[in-house]
């Protein structure tokens, strides 16, 4: 009886490693304590942030539901601007700098043949991360909904052109300064040169980035009816 | 009767928090080793039903098939050929043989009584 029941034992452990060899599919936790402190930071960040958020939406509310038809109109139209800034329908300006993309030497890439669209989608990724809070690439503001495509070897963004080298693209930033040395040795800088182009970065002070002029075709929202 | 439950029940518990992990490379020969344990288990049953146990026989019989049964799955993973097939093939033939022979043995058992209680009513 003793050797059957330690035989069961032992097909149980065994059972039961089997059960774990599918658990043990989840990755572990390998973050040291720096890259925890990191993202705890990043984690109060963001609920700084949401905090923001949330006390705008109440203004906002407080606004929509006071008495005074004035001061709800106010509060719309103060939305409606709020809104129009967000989608790149208003002019800005600000700090910044300015990147003017033109070929590495002479000889190089002079009609812009080395330029394609991903090529521009990663600069803005790589801006975005870098802290870009607005882009303008030759004159045409970027909004999330900004297309960026190949048209018979020609990058067109928001269904423009565009122009020849060198042309800029104006970044708002709140750090300029910082912005400019990490663009500086950043991997977009690599892969423009491996095109044959090139990238002189300017800290601007005042710099002034059109607004989108195109409306957004809205075709998938309807206004919500109340009760 | 109750201790071999128990000892499944306690080896359950123990491989479930002592956290080891088999890698999924490994998962064929656990398996493996699991049906082979669970061939030699319920022969050890029948045999005990037919009264013809023997605990030298059932011990070795259980470790000497795990052993067999994973050499054959890993000669077949450096061959190429799923040799393990045959491992799982002949524990499962016999599981199902075992089974069904306990099965009557019990089925004879329990009809034994039943006419036993008839004869004293």
């Known amino acids: 009886m003793l050797s059957i029941t330690l035989v069961t034992a032992f097909l149980g452990f065994m059972v039961a490693l089997q059960f774990g060899v599918t658990k043990e599919d989840k990755p572990r936790d390998t973050r040291d304590i720096y890259q925890l402190q990191d993202d705890l930071t990043k984690a109060e960040k963001k609920h700084v942030q949401l905090n923001e958020q949330l006390s705008e939406s109440n203004r906002l509310l407080e606004g929509y539901e006071s008495d005074d038809t004035k001061s709800q109109l106010q509060t719309m139209k103060e939305a409606l601007d709020k809104q129009k800034e967000l989608a790149g329908e208003t002019v800005k300006a600000g700090t910044g700098v300015l990147v003017t993309v033109q070929a590495l030497a002479q000889g190089y890439s002079e009609a812009g043949e080395g330029l394609n669209a991903d090529l521009i989608r990663r600069l803005i990724n790589e801006l975005n991360t870098l802290g870009a809070t607005d882009i303008a690439i030759a004159d045409e503001r970027l909004t999330n909904r900004s297309p960026i495509r190949m048209v018979h070897e020609i990058v067109y963004v928001n269904d423009h052109p565009l122009p020849d080298l060198p042309f800029p693209i104006r970044v708002l930033t709140p750090h300029p300064s910082d912005l400019k040395k990490r663009l500086e040795v950043s991997e977009s800088m690599e892969d423009f040169a491996r095109e044959g182009l090139t990238m002189m970065v300017k800290v601007e002070d005042r710099l002034k980035l059109p607004a989108n002029g195109e409306s957004e075709k809205v075709e998938y929202m309807k206004p919500v009816k109340g009760d | ?121």
Do not use: C
Not at chain 2, 57 to 66: A, D, Q, R
Not at chain 2, 100 to 116: C, G, H, N, P
């Open chain 2, 1 to 121: 009767m109750w201790l071999p439950v128990l000892g499944l029940f306690i080896g359950l518990v123990i491989g479930w928090f002592t956290n080891v992990s088999i890698p999924e490379a490994y998962a064929h020969y656990l398996s493996i080793a699991i049906l082979a344990a669970l061939d030699t288990l319920f022969g050890g049953m029948r045999a005990h039903l037919q009264k013809n146990y023997d605990n030298v026989v059932f011990v070795s019989g259980i470790f000497f098939n795990i052993i067999l049964a994973a050499g054959l799955a890993f000669l077949g993973v450096k061959l190429g050929v799923d040799l393990y097939l045959v491992a799982l093939f002949a524990f499962g033939v016999r599981l199902f043989n075992n089974i069904a022979i306990i099965r009557r043995l019990f089925i004879q058992m329990w009809r034994e009584r039943a006419e036993k209680n008839v004869h004293k009513s």
